[in-house]
Nanobody, 122 residues
Framework: VQLQASGGGLVQAGGSLRLSCAAS??????YGWFRQAPGKEREFVAA????????YYADSVKGRFTISRDNAKNTVYLQMNSLKPEDTAVYYC??????????????????WGQGTLVTVSS
């Protein structure tokens, strides 16, 4: 199983980026995105349960970020709009075959991508 995250980069505040995470070697019930800013612990960003039946967002990104998936491509996306400097972090995608569980918790996920860096300049 491999998760390959991409799409990070440098963007000005107020701009947009779309992260992608391509999964191979399996099919997954739920996906999540987490991020880790310099000097901080990794935190939950967004999750998608069973093909979009339910989505979850951290309060800090609600209304600005959107998680979605393309099941045919085994790919999950994170559309990030109205980016702020405090969104600067390494973003990680994660996957689990489960469709239950607390998707805001890291322990639920079995597989993790390598991370992609998002830098938002002010």
């Amino acid at each position: 199983v491999q998760l390959q995250a991409s799409g990070g980069g440098l963007v000005q505040a107020g701009g947009s980026l779309r992260l992608s995470c391509a999964a191979s070697g399996g099919t997954f019930g739920s996906y999540g995105w987490f991020r880790q800013a310099p000097g901080k612990e990794r935190e939950f960003v967004a999750a998608d349960r069973w093909r979009g039946s339910s989505t979850y967002y951290a309060d800090s990104v609600k209304g600005r970020f959107t998680i979605s998936r393309d099941n045919a491509k085994n790919t999950v996306y994170l559309q990030m709009n109205s980016l702020k400097p405090e969104d600067t972090a390494v973003y990680y995608c994660a996957a689990t075959r489960l469709v239950t569980g607390m998707l805001i918790r890291e322990y639920v996920y079995d597989y993790w991508g390598q991370g992609t860096l998002v830098t938002v300049s002010s």
